[in-house]
């Protein structure tokens, strides 16, 4: 009996150690007990480790049973804590100047940029990075299992206790404890994904193949899917650039790191038989993009083995209040490094408090199965259009616990359960419904979406008040077809308006569409410089409720416009379309009169053309979610080119004028590492033949206290007419890289702008000749340029622009100077 006692009780002991976990967190403080920012603290006996943030404060766990931790900050000793149990929070650990500095390495305040034994490391880094992991084969491919998971966090017994999860409260019993930050999160999203990846690193292309997807069943996962993807970009630690959340972070391993971060080399150990180095790294500025963290670096390939690095939390970033990242890597064939895991957790939070509640965003991925050098043909990367394969989305439970490269563990399970007993909550229906609404504009009434609810109300001179409803057919992010219309009535003018548009996919693979609608409206047609035939589309020009100065140059127009449409190459589309309008005059201080005779001495007051158009649009880079006749785009910066050619056919259906018009519209977005990103747009077109003002190229102004893109802030509409125009828009936003080097700014979060805008153009004298609308045609012969500086990031949704008229400032009812302003939420 004693021995199945002591055999019960050892087993129970063994099996205590295995399940236990050390976990401390903590504040590292000088003599003085002020906070010790980017301390180094590692568990003794392992080579885990973090850095405490600007505060001096630190979370760290590990499983098994741990007794001492080392805490070590350049220019103290290096000291050993002993922990009283296992569990340990609020843990205060005090490093003093006074104690012995025995084997430490001193770096005062900053480090050095000579002789420190770190930036030697650094420089072999650099030296061998196109020499480690996939960058050293001609081709490569492997497998990819990817997990996101998103998590409510910082649950207390006030949040579990609120009105708002009553009737609700089993979703807590999922709680659990980050291990890296200590503080407790709910599930309450995951979504999984296989895929194979395929790369030639010489021919610079690359393809992955989505073999399964499955998520947590918000809905059918398409916006979340679209979310996640617009998150979580891929990314190479060896970059010089990191891009998160639409920011340029700098690598801990950029060549330009030296200017931006403090190394300290900390560490050597053996790991996975290779003996490595181990070195910190922490900003030397406050308020730029940078992290800290710790990397292991072997010593003769000089590859990364593993590194751990959180955004810092003075970084210029909204809504985000930790970032952090881990990454690690096995050896192949005794000097390959390849990955075999990435994770990444994002607190977004509005605050950035320690006690504010947010949520996680957490994403686990895991790589293998590699292969090298096996060659494809070049067809085999190319990008299909429209990607269809429910398949990938019906897997079942049997298929995902056979191949998933990890088990989930309880809570992961649990989410899938807790979350199907979830949606049959009215409560929670109603809440998500709610969340539904504010984010995409429309209330959905069965398979009927009625919106766009911010269009409701309008205003402008002609029409007064101006009330809108509206609404689509929605059967799902997928459909093939789709009908949209509205109504709107104007309280001055005491018309109805209103119009009708219809979608349908007849060929999925090369997404050939046919369109078609007719719209009845009051429209500013001045209100940009290139056209599409959108029959829906209307500027916010036309019905704006907040405007400066007077706008009655407003137009009645009746248009009708048929279109096909065809992707034979991802992102490559062409259209052909044909348009008949009517134009006349909305007001009766503006006309569009012209004279119909050479004797000028008959005028007409409206316009009816026709015109066929043919256009392409081209945009590299761009991602997209879904294959319906709709399709979502994922919100990364690309380019793209737009070139309209259109006709106007005199004679049919009793039309007015022949003209050929070719339009160019392209922009470009560029990000510049640490300094910021830029926009360049440029916008040429040119009308042959004789057109009265209803169809010239109005330079678009901007009469509303909003920045609108593609207008010029200083410019009244019509102020400048013109028949052949060429434009040239430059903005930047620094991100903060100017301001965060101001002290008292620095703590503002503000972002810096700049931007120029010129316009060149002329009008033919044959248009000058047939106008007779009793507005006089000023073209920017003399190109006309103005120049703005704004700051944005204002309690994180608000942008002010100042913006200067460079010349022609002595024209009737110049605006030399405006202010204007726009909201949006901005990482």
């Not at 895929?195 to 073999?211: H, M």
């Not at 398409?222 to 998160?244: C, R």
Request: glycine share 8%.
């Amino acid at each position: 009996m004693k021995k199945i006692y002591f055999l019960f009780f050892t087993l129970l002991s063994v099996a205590n150690f295995i399940s236990a976990q050390t976990k401390v967190s903590g504040k590292v403080v000088d003599n003085t007990n002020q906070p010790i920012p980017y301390a180094n603290i590692v568990i003794k006996g392992t080579n885990i480790g973090v850095v405490s943030n600007e505060d001096g404060k630190f979370y760290i766990e590990a499983d098994g049973n741990y007794k001492t931790i080392l805490v070590s900050y350049v220019g103290f000793p290096t000291k050993e804590v002993t922990l009283p149990k296992l569990i340990n929070y609020n843990f205060k650990i005090t490093l003093s100047e006074g104690e012995s500095l025995k084997e430490v390495v001193i770096f005062a305040g900053k480090t050095s940029k000579k002789d420190n034994p770190a930036l030697d490391i650094l420089r072999k880094i650099w030296e061998r990075r196109r020499k480690n992991g996939l960058k050293m084969f001609k081709q490569y491919q492997y497998n990819k299992y990817e997990k996101v998971e998103f998590d409510m966090n910082t649950i207390d017994s006030a949040l579990m206790k609120s009105k708002l999860f009553k009737g609700m409260e089993f979703v807590f019993n999922n709680v659990d404890t980050s291990k890296v930050t200590g503080k407790t999160y709910l599930p309450i999203f995951i979504n999984e994904s296989l895929a194979e990846v395929y790369g030639d690193n010489v021919s610079k292309k690359s393809r992955e193949i989505l073999k399964a997807n499955k998520n947590s069943g918000l809905g059918n996962g398409g916006g979340v899917n679209t979310f996640i993807k617009d998150l979580y970009n891929d990314f190479d630690i060896y970059d010089n650039y990191l891009y998160f959340f639409d920011k340029s972070f700098t690598s801990p391993l950029s060549r330009t790191g030296i200017d931006v971060y403090n190394y300290v080399l900390a560490d050597t150990a053996f790991i996975d038989n290779k003996w490595c180095y181990n070195i910190v790294f922490y900003p030397r500025r406050k308020g730029e993009l940078t992290f800290k963290g710790d990397f292991w670096v072997n010593d003769t390939t000089f590859a990364i083995k593993k590194i751990n690095m959180a955004v810092t939390k003075s970084a210029n970033i909204n809504w985000v209040k930790d970032i952090y990242v881990e990454q690690e890597f096995e050896v192949l064939n005794d000097s390959v490094f390849l990955p075999t895991r990435d994770y990444m957790m994002t607190d977004f939070a509005l605050s950035k408090k320690e006690e504010s509640k947010g949520i996680y965003g957490k994403r686990t991925t895991l790589y293998q199965d590699f292969k090298f050098d096996d060659k494809k043909p070049d067809n085999f990367y190319k990008e299909e259009v429209n990607f269809i394969d429910n398949s990938v989305y019906a897997k079942d439970d049997d298929f995902w616990r056979q191949n998933r490269f990890e088990r989930l563990n309880k809570d992961e399970e649990g989410i899938y359960k807790m979350l199907d007993t979830l949606k049959t909550v009215k409560k929670f229906k109603r809440m998500y419904n709610l969340a539904s609404i504010l984010g995409t504009g429309y209330v959905a009434i069965g398979n009927f979406d009625y919106g766009p609810i911010f269009s409701t109300f309008g205003y402008n001179e002609v029409e007064g008040v101006r009330l809108r409803v509206g609404g689509r057919t929605y059967f799902g992010p997928n459909d093939i077809w789709r009908l949209q219309g509205y109504t709107a009535y104007g309280f001055d003018d005491n018309k109805f308006k209103y119009g009708l548009s219809g979608k349908w996919m007849v060929d999925k693979q090369n997404r050939v569409i046919l369109s078609g609608g007719n719209r009845r409206d009051v429209e500013q047609i001045g209100a940009s410089l290139t056209t599409t035939n959108d029959v829906l589309g209307r500027s916010y020009a036309s019905s704006g409720l907040f405007t400066t100065g007077s706008n009655g140059k407003l137009t009645n127009i009746n248009l009708s416009a048929i279109a096909v449409e065809i992707e034979p190459i991802k992102n490559l589309t062409f259209e052909l379309g044909f348009s008949y309008r009517t134009l006349e005059s909305a007001s009766s201080t503006f006309s569009l009169d012209y004279y119909t005779d050479t004797t000028l001495t008959t005028t007409k007051s409206d316009v009816k053309q026709s015109e066929i158009s043919l256009q392409l649009e081209f945009t590299p880079q761009r991602k997209t979610i879904g294959y319906g006749v709709e399709r979502r785009e994922v919100d990364n910066p690309y380019s793209r080119i737009f070139i309209n050619y259109s006709s106007g056919l005199k004679g049919l259906i009793d039309s007015d004028f022949d003209y050929q018009k070719i339009q160019l519209y392209y922009r470009q977005p560029l990000i510049i590492g640490a300094i910021g990103r830029s926009n360049f747009t440029v916008e040429l077109g040119k009308t042959f033949g004789q057109i009265p003002l209803g169809l010239m190229s109005v330079v678009p102004g901007n009469q509303t206290y909003f920045i609108i893109k593609n207008t010029f802030s200083n410019l009244n509409f019509y102020e400048f007419v013109t028949d052949q125009y060429a434009t040239l828009q430059w903005e930047h936003n620094f991100n903060g890289k100017i301001f965060s080097r101001i002290p008292y700014f620095r703590k503002l979060n503000l972002r810096e702008i700049i931007g120029i805008r010129g316009v060149y153009g002329t009008v033919s004298n044959e248009n000058k000749a047939i106008n007779a609308s009793g507005l006089n045609y000023v073209a920017p012969e003399k190109p006309y340029w103005e120049y703005s500086a704004g700051v944005g990031n204002i309690f994180k949704v608000f942008r002010i622009d100042c913006a200067w008229r460079a010349n022609y400032r002595n024209l009737p009812d110049t605006n030399n100077f405006t202010i204007k302003g726009s909201f949006g939420f901005y990482f």
